[in-house]
């Protein structure tokens, strides 16, 4: 938000006569217990409230509601241990949503800080696994008020994609803000002829909508916004890329933060990316003549992934690490299939973000991507591709060449699922040929894929297409959950 906006809003926070179940006005610092206690409270009050957010106020009065400034200083105090203030909160919660910290001087005598918080959708926000709810100005344990605890988990959420961005618009303020002639280049629309042609097929995707006045939503404007800094919603979900110098985090060469909403920004974001990749200088027979290391379909599919599922409820946003070895592609959230099923399973929690992403052609089809970066990855003869899932993070990363006996058996037997999964996607069933091509292991090498194989069968990674028939030499295989 900008100055301007933040001390529009402290204005109409303190008209009131009293504080409420959404807002608390406090002088200076008490201590972080507390400040948490008022995160958790004042979430859930927003939600029983219908509110959107809460707000925590230092600089105000709360009897009076006089504006007298603070000492406190939210975005660079430090809480026990240390620890950045906002970190330590962050990892306390549960769930650990997105609030903002905003420092700002309301005029040359005093400085405000404010706490944005959003309402829990769902559940209570827990703090130290202790829910709180104000009633009226008083911070109360949840769980001494059944009724709002019960209202709050039979709360319908609001879809990500249709919550607001930025409201109080005109139609003049639409192209200001969201890059109109994008979408219709993209989707090889004819231009509109007047700004309300362009709005009202905005209306109809979604990416606006109208009350008194007209408002953008997150899904416009995680799609479509020329400056993400003009949401501050939805900035914090501006993709990273970060290029390191080794196989470490030790020491960063680089690093490129995306400023526009997705689509806008994409394709930049892809050649970006790709432009930091090593050249090959010797990947396996297949390939002696690629000049990258990694298939640029691969990656461009990975990331239009990591961006189409991430969790927007959770902190965090989608990241690209590239190190000497690999690079890994990272987004908030767990995924909704089992890593195991990416290859043939598909759900996504942003259906809107995802159909809009797919027709502008930034990625595939539903449930066929990942079978893409599979085959690529095949192709390149690259080691598997590795799903990791761990602290509210999905990670997948894909690595550089190494040659077959440089794998390890768990790379091994996880290469032959792969390719066992897409070979199974193709209509097909793999075999011992079949692998020995993966991998380009020479005819007389058949004993080398056969141990994989028999690797993965114990692993119950695969299982045999006809455990009946006694010959090895023609027998075929499938994935475990075909």
């Given at each position: 938000m900008t100055e301007q906006e933040l001390k529009k809003l402290m204005d109409d926070l303190v008209k009131p006569?009293?504080?409420?179940?959404?807002?608390?006005?406090?002088?200076?610092?008490?201590?972080?217990?507390?400040?948490?206690?008022?995160?958790?409270?004042?979430?859930?009050?927003a939600c029983t409230q219908n509110q959107p957010y809460g707000y925590l106020i230092f600089g105000v009065e709360d009897n009076t509601h006089i504006i007298k400034g603070t000492t406190f200083k939210g975005k660079?105090?430090?809480?026990?241990?240390?620890?950045?203030?906002?970190?330590?909160?962050?990892?306390?919660?549960?769930?650990?949503?997105?609030?903002?910290?905003?420092?700002?001087?309301?005029?040359?005598?005093?400085?405000?800080?404010?706490?944005?918080?959003?309402?829990?959708?769902?559940q209570p926000v827990e703090f130290l696994n202790q829910a709180y709810i104000r009633i009226g100005s008083i911070t109360k344990k949840l769980n001494e008020f059944p009724d709002k605890q019960a209202k709050i988990w039979k709360m319908e959420s609001t879809p990500f994609e249709k919550e607001i961005a930025k409201d109080g618009l005109q139609i003049s303020d639409i192209p200001k803000y969201l890059s109109c002639e994008t979408y219709f280049d993209l989707m090889k629309l004819p231009y509109p002829t007047n700004q309300q042609g362009v709005v009202e097929k905005f209306l109809e995707e979604g990416y606006v909508v109208k009350n008194t006045s007209y408002a953008i939503t997150k899904l416009g404007a995680i799609l479509l916004a020329k400056e993400l800094k003009d949401f501050e919603n939805v900035e914090r979900k501006s993709p990273r890329v970060i290029v390191y110098k080794g196989k470490n985090k030790v020491e960063t060469i680089r690093e490129q933060c995306g400023s526009k909403g997705y689509a806008v920004g994409f394709e930049g974001l892809v050649t970006w990316i790709n432009s930091q990749l090593p050249a090959n200088e010797e990947i396996g027979k297949a390939l002696r003549t690629e000049s990258r290391m990694y298939p640029e379909i691969s990656i461009r599919e990975l990331v239009a992934n990591a961006l189409i599922h991430q969790d927007f409820t959770v902190r965090g946003f989608p990241m690209i690490?590239?190190?000497?070895?690999?690079?890994?592609?990272?987004?908030?959230?767990?995924?909704?299939?089992?890593?195991?099923?990416?290859?043939d399973g598909y759900i996504s929690r942003n259906e809107k973000l995802a159909d809009t992403m797919r027709r502008m052609g930034y990625c595939e089809e539903k449930g066929s991507g990942m079978d893409k970066v599979i085959f690529y990855n095949e192709l390149y003869q690259l080691p598997p591709i590795n799903v990791t899932?761990?602290?509210?993070?999905?990670?997948?990363?894909?690595?550089?060449?190494?040659?077959?006996?440089?794998?390890?058996?768990?790379?091994?037997?996880?290469?032959?699922?792969?390719?066992?999964?897409?070979?199974?996607?193709?209509?097909?069933?793999?075999?011992?040929?079949?692998?020995?091509?993966?991998?380009?292991?020479?005819?007389?090498?058949?004993?080398?894929?056969?141990?994989?194989?028999?690797?993965?069968?114990?692993?119950k990674e695969i299982k045999e297409d006809d455990p009946g028939s006694k010959s090895r030499k023609y027998a075929s295989y499938l994935p475990f959950w075909a």
């Open positions: 006569p009293f504080e409420n179940e959404w807002v608390e006005f406090k002088l200076n610092y008490h201590s972080s217990e507390e400040i948490g206690e008022q995160i958790s409270a004042l979430s859930n009050g660079t105090h430090k809480a026990k241990g240390g620890a950045d203030m906002e970190f330590w909160l962050t990892m306390r919660l549960n769930p650990k949503i997105d609030f903002s910290i905003y420092e700002f001087d309301y005029d040359t005598q005093r400085h405000i800080t404010l706490f944005i918080i959003p309402a829990t959708q769902k690490e590239i190190f000497s070895d690999r690079i890994e592609i990272s987004n908030s959230g767990t995924p909704l299939v089992t890593p195991k099923r990416f290859i899932v761990a602290e509210h993070r999905t990670s997948v990363t894909i690595y550089s060449y190494k040659a077959l006996n440089h794998l390890n058996k768990s790379e091994k037997i996880r290469a032959c699922y792969q390719h066992a999964c897409l070979k199974y996607v193709s209509n097909e069933k793999m075999t011992n040929q079949s692998l020995r091509e993966r991998f380009k292991i020479e005819g007389q090498n058949s004993a080398v894929a056969s141990r994989i194989i028999r690797d993965a069968l114990e692993a």
